[in-house]
């Protein structure tokens, strides 16, 4: 019966479905490459070819079982073809079978199955909105017979015990979502993608990370004369300043510097006053995670709170500008709290304040102190020595030679840090 059909109409027929097959493969590969959060997007900006793609991808395992079905009948078709087309040209014979066979595969592999498949990858996006416009129609007019392809196929799986997947069931964790931040820098403004990364270092970081050591409080005594009182707060480099009485440990409240202008505009200020005119203390426990006390902060109209251990112990101060700090950087440049902390010498080693916090070292100097333990300087070299150390006494901390330059009331006052040869220098 081919007999009657002319050779060319074999060559187009054979053209024809290699393209097809072509374009089955091509449509499985962008759909299965489709990059499903720019796809809500074009949704979202009313594409009806993406909206096309979205209602395929919901029902990934008809779609696929289409495809997979169109591939196998248009291929095994194309064999045959090809068999016909050598018989045609070459005789009949076993080696004719063998050329055949060969020619078939390579058509196929070649024009049915890499190329299209690499362009469906290169072109995912363009292609499988296109493609979308055909598939739909003809996964509807199809359903009938692949009906009973799915229900076999699903009842093998319930043989098995396999459950197919749910559309939407996996989720992002923070180290994926971490990794689609830095891989889409080109997409991202420096700055932004800063912002994105801090948010996400913020998720494992607590108060005790940020918060001002109990020994660089600025407070003022109660107790104190009047002046004294009057001249710290005209001096503070805080808007908000501790109130205590008689040691730290008993802080009364907080005061706010502008309250206090207020307040002796009217009358000179005087202890009783003061009182008034301070709020409470806002305590918190060590430990709260960063963005908890955030949540906190806004939930209490609060913007400054004391830390505080297991026994009730001042540790620190948190405001809230220092967790903002943490997701957008500083907002100044000369913090006062950084004022003093460090020093550059002309050497390249850094002098080091004890109480400088690690995180602050860090940030400010390129260094990599560990931050899962203490969280100054101090408190590093006292664990790590073991013992209150000697002026003169050295040690090596990761890549840093530290000198201890003094110590005063058993605490190391003043380190040098050496920069190693390797690093060079990073200020």
């Known amino acids: 019966m081919t007999d009657n059909i002319p050779i060319h109409w074999l060559m187009v027929t054979l053209a024809m479905l290699l393209a097809s097959s072509g374009f089955f493969s091509m449509s499985e590969t962008c759909m299965m490459a489709l990059n499903r959060y720019r796809l809500r997007h074009l949704i979202k900006q009313g594409s009806r070819g993406a909206r096309l793609a979205g209602e395929l991808l919901s029902k990934v395992d008809e779609m696929l079982s289409f495809i997979l079905a169109g591939n196998t009948v248009i291929n095994a078709a194309t064999t045959i073809l090809v068999a016909e087309i050598c018989r045609r040209l070459f005789g009949e014979g076993e080696y004719v079978l063998a050329i055949a066979t060969g020619a078939a595969s390579i058509c196929i592999l070649i024009f049915a199955e890499i190329l299209p498949k690499v362009i469906g990858a290169r072109f995912a996006e363009k292609i499988a909105l296109l493609a979308s416009y055909i598939l739909t129609p003809l996964i509807w007019a199809t359903k009938p017979v692949m009906f009973f392809v799915n229900v076999i196929v699903r009842g093998i799986l319930k043989v098995l015990r396999i459950k197919p997947a749910v559309e939407g069931a996996q989720q992002l964790s923070m180290e994926e979502l971490r990794t689609l931040v830095l891989?889409?820098?080109?997409?991202?403004?420096?700055?932004?993608?800063?912002?994105?990364?801090?948010?996400?270092?913020?998720?494992?970081?607590?108060?005790?990370?940020?918060?001002?050591?109990?020994?660089?409080?600025?407070?003022?005594?109660?107790n104190d004369k009047i002046e004294d009182i009057r001249s710290a707060l005209s001096t503070s480099h805080h808007t908000r300043i501790v109130v205590f009485e008689d040691d730290l440990s008993n802080i009364i409240g907080l005061v706010h510097v502008r309250k206090v202008l207020n307040a002796s505009r009217k009358e000179p200020l005087d202890h009783d006053t003061l009182r008034e005119i301070m709020r409470e203390p806002y305590f918190i426990p060590e430990g709260t995670p960063l963005l908890q006390q955030l949540t906190h902060f806004q939930e209490q109209q609060r913007r400054m709170a004391l830390v505080v251990d297991e026994y009730g112990e001042i540790q620190g101060l948190v405001t809230l500008q220092d967790i903002l700090e943490e997701i957008v950087g500083e907002f100044t440049s000369q913090s006062p709290m950084n004022v003093g902390f460090y020093r550059k010498q002309d050497d390249g080693s850094v002098m080091v304040e004890g109480s400088c916090p690690l995180r602050v070292l860090n940030r400010k100097l390129g260094f990599n102190f560990p931050l899962d333990g203490p969280k100054t300087m101090n408190g590093l070299l006292i664990e790590q020595i073991e013992d209150i150390p000697e002026p003169g006494v050295s040690v090596t901390i990761g890549d840093y030679e530290i000198e201890v330059v003094q110590v005063q009331d058993k605490m190391v006052k003043v380190v040098r840090i050496g920069l190693p040869a390797k690093q060079g220098l990073l200020l």
């Open 183 to 222: 891989e889409g820098g080109q997409f991202i403004p420096k700055k932004h993608q800063n912002i994105l990364m801090n948010l996400f270092d913020l998720e494992n970081m607590t108060v005790d990370d940020t918060m001002t050591p109990r020994s660089l409080i600025e407070a003022v005594d109660i």
